[in-house]
């Protein structure tokens, strides 16, 4: 996973609740990404990063924000979860803009 | 995870054949493209990937053609093999743009 990881792997919260997911990567890459998977969507991208505190919205941001203070930490926030947003999250870095990019294993979120 | 790609196209191949996977693109203007294997449970793996200038490029066991009059991409696999088992998909860059659009994919299934 090139270097890639993702905290929690799994996680059960209630609707309304706040979680955060967290990626980290070694290779010092300057952009990360957080996208989410679903069923018949493929993959999505909810916010990407291009340097430390630089960020932009994906095509499905709404609900979610993200923080990078660190290059190499890239943290997604569910303020007020929904079910909506029952998922598989990845995380993936890359080395240039909409270069190559190298995916984290998931980490599967359950709203309930 | 494992939910992903409920309905997705599916091509079975005895195992020792070659496989060949097939990707539609629709913008005429990208110029990248990226073949990617996730196995159940994992994240998206990068497999091989072409620039708009050329036509073919091949890695181990693996062959990218690149068809842009027609906008089509084809993965080739040889001498597929039981661990060959994943949904493969396709993704596209716009020149100039910042990010990959992803297709689907394709689950590939191996016959003993």
């Known amino acids: 996973d090139a270097g890639i990881t993702q905290s929690p792997r799994h996680k059960v919260t209630e609707t309304g609740t706040p979680v955060t997911l967290r990626c980290h990567q070694t290779?010092?890459?300057?952009?990360m990404y957080w996208y989410r998977q679903d069923p018949g969507h493929g993959l999505r991208l909810i916010h990407y990063s291009y340097g430390v505190k630089d960020t932009d919205k994906g095509e499905v941001s709404d609900g979610y924000s993200v923080s990078r203070s660190k290059t190499e930490d890239f943290l997604l926030t569910l303020e007020s979860a929904t079910s909506s947003q029952t998922s598989v999250y990845f995380c993936a870095i890359g080395l240039a803009r909409g270069d190559t990019q190298y995916f984290g294993p998931g980490t599967r979120l359950t709203v309930l | 995870g494992e939910n992903v790609g409920l309905h997705l196209p599916t091509l079975s191949v005895q195992e020792g054949d070659n496989s060949i996977i097939n990707c539609a693109y629709s913008n005429s203007a990208s110029d990248y493209f990226i073949w990617y294997k996730q196995e159940s449970g994992k994240g998206p793996q990068f497999i091989i990937d072409i620039r708009s200038n050329m036509d073919k490029r091949q890695g181990q066991r693996v062959t990218v053609l690149l068809n842009k009059t027609v906008k089509h991409l084809s993965l080739q696999i040889a001498a597929t093999q039981p661990g060959d088992s994943a949904v493969y998909f396709c993704?596209?860059?716009?020149?100039?743009?910042?990010?990959?659009?992803f297709g689907q994919g394709t689950r590939l299934t191996i016959n003993p």
């Open positions: 993704a596209e860059k716009g020149q100039g743009a910042q990010k990959l659009v």
């Open positions: 290779e010092n890459h300057r952009y």
